[in-house]
């Protein structure tokens, strides 16, 4: 099978989807003339120019204006430049977005997707660098979706690019480059299917995004030990699939949860407060959280690196709910 990038991947989901929607249009800021900040839409340069073109800087107005085309029976793609800045344009999309199907009674379909980079990269610091998807878990309305390979972001960008609800799709800025096996064919994900990346039987790990790469690599550091974790991807946190989870934390019966947003209040606490209600007489310790350290990312990479989890951290749970 051929390798492509993830951000190929999900250029190729939009054109294909586009080519079969004449409803489907694209816009952003700097995605037509430059292909997107970390490039995800260079494949779609020079193609549907009229379906495809820059905004200003203008969060709110952006937003608000997917909302009244979505209305009208088109079904706009936002990019967030960074998800950080979803906040400037909060107001269209916790008041309006999330509400408005329910508010009229399910009388009209609102076909939107909106999506774009989170998470860290290089010293990009406390406003470039925030994993903020919990906020949308919270807010009923929107459905959440969080790839972690080209693979997947090719098939769940399609899958949401069919759905009558608003879908918003977060990609981790480390992973743009990431190479990966992606079928040249057609193909969807289901909304709300989790994926057992790695099979184990001593404990589960949830996880999601440039997470789920950490703990598998945690994974193969734990097999030298002769410790066997099952890494499991959500891929979409609304709806997210407790079945898959509920079943392998009574396989193994210990669970881990970790992910990238702050650890206080994090999605994590969601997964851990469903497991211990659904599953708790199958767990032999208590349930271990890793996230970030709860203060704004630090720009200096040393510190970067200090507030962010990553495989060690861990291995240090592991080992911990196994001891």
Not at 75 to 92: C, K, W
Request: charged fraction near 25%.
């Amino acid at each position: 099978m051929r390798e492509i990038t993830f951000a190929e991947a999900l250029g190729e989901a939009i054109l294909e989807e586009m080519e079969k929607d004449p409803a489907i249009f694209t816009y952003g800021e700097d995605i037509a003339r430059q292909g997107g900040i970390f490039g995800a839409y260079k494949s779609l340069l020079g193609k549907f120019p009229d379906r495809i073109f820059d905004t200003p800087i203008s969060e709110e107005v952006i937003y608000g204006s997917a909302l009244g085309a979505a209305l009208v029976g088109m079904r706009p793609i936002v990019e967030f430049h960074f998800a950080d800045f979803l906040f400037t344009g909060i107001q269209s999309i916790t008041l309006q977005i999330e509400k408005i199907r329910y508010m009229t009674g399910g009388q009209g379909k609102l076909r939107l997707l909106l999506r774009g980079p989170d998470g860290i990269s290089n010293s990009a610091a406390a406003q470039h660098s925030e994993c903020i998807e919990t906020i949308f878990m919270h807010v009923p309305g929107i459905k959440v979706v969080i790839p972690s390979t080209p693979y997947d972001v090719k098939g769940l960008i399609k899958k949401a690019l069919q759905e009558d609800d608003p879908v918003i799709c977060f990609e981790h800025k480390m992973l743009y480059r990431m190479r990966g096996p992606v079928p040249e064919e057609d193909y969807t994900i289901p909304l709300g299917i989790a994926e057992v990346k790695r099979e184990g039987n001593d404990v589960t790990v949830v996880t999601i995004s440039r997470m789920v790469h950490e703990s598998l690599k945690a994974a193969e550091e734990l097999k030298k030990e002769g410790m066997s974790a099952e890494i499991i991807d959500l891929r979409t946190l609304v709806p997210w699939d407790r079945k898959t989870v509920i079943e392998s934390v009574k396989k193994t019966n210990h669970l881990i949860v970790a992910h990238e947003t702050w650890k206080r209040a994090g999605w994590g606490a969601e997964i851990t407060s469903v497991v211990q209600e659904e599953a708790f007489d199958y767990l032999d310790a208590p349930i271990i959280r890793v996230g970030a350290k709860n203060v704004p990312m630090p720009f200096a990479a040393n510190l970067q690196d200090f507030v962010t989890p990553n495989y060690k951290d861990v291995i240090t749970a592991v080992k911990q709910i196994l001891r």
